[in-house]
């Protein structure tokens, strides 16, 4: 039998079937890298295959923003259960080379959020985007803390799980 693992990576792979030729491509880009074993192959998830995951949505303020915003995408927890990732340490990665190692038990607990958007639409990589780790700190005044801001990462490309 498949593993849950396999489906979703074979899920990942599918092309898209509608839209315009750009949408297509734009569509099969990998935003987010996850390595889930030391030396293993990574998995190259793009926003057709993070959209396939349980979405999760809130609304908060964060230090980086005007006003509240309404963030939706996929939460960290959902993301261990979809890629049987166990309880431990992660490293996330950002664009901008900015990285830092958490443990997954604060993410879970803290309610940390893979957001896709704000407000409905997908961010650039000017604004934040495509994906941001992001606290629902309104919710859960315990994350407005500089340790829940130093893991609120931005333009996050990959998140390595350590052994
Ligand atoms: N992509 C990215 N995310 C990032 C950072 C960064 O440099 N790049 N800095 C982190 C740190 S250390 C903190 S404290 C918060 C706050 O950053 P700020 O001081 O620019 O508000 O963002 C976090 N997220
Ligand atoms: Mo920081």
């Known amino acids: 039998m498949l593993s849950r693992r396999t489906v979703l990576v ?5 092309p898209f079937l509608s839209g315009t030729r750009n949408e297509a491509h734009a569509a099969e880009k990998p935003i987010l890298t996850l390595r889930l074993e030391k030396g293993g192959e ?36 959902s993301l261990m259960e979809a890629f049987e990732i166990e309880e431990g340490e992660v490293r996330l990665v950002a664009l901008n080379d900015y990285m830092v190692e958490s443990g997954t038990l604060e993410l879970t607990e803290g309610g940390a959020l893979l957001a ?8 650039p990589i000017s604004d934040k ?22 893991r609120s990462v931005w333009q996050l490309t990959e998140i390595d799980i350590l052994q």
Do not use: C, N
């Open 129 to 150: 985007g495509p994906v941001f780790l992001v606290f629902p700190f309104d919710a859960k005044p315990e994350v407005q803390h500089q340790s829940y801001y130093s």
């Open 10 to 14: 074979s899920l990942a792979s599918l």
């Open 42 to 77: 990574p998995i190259r998830l793009d926003i057709a295959a993070l959209d396939a995951l349980p979405q999760t949505s809130f609304e908060t303020t964060t230090p980086w923003h005007q006003g509240k915003v309404r963030f939706s995408g996929v939460a960290f927890s």
């Open 116 to 123: 896709t958007r704000a407000d409905g639409e997908t961010m």
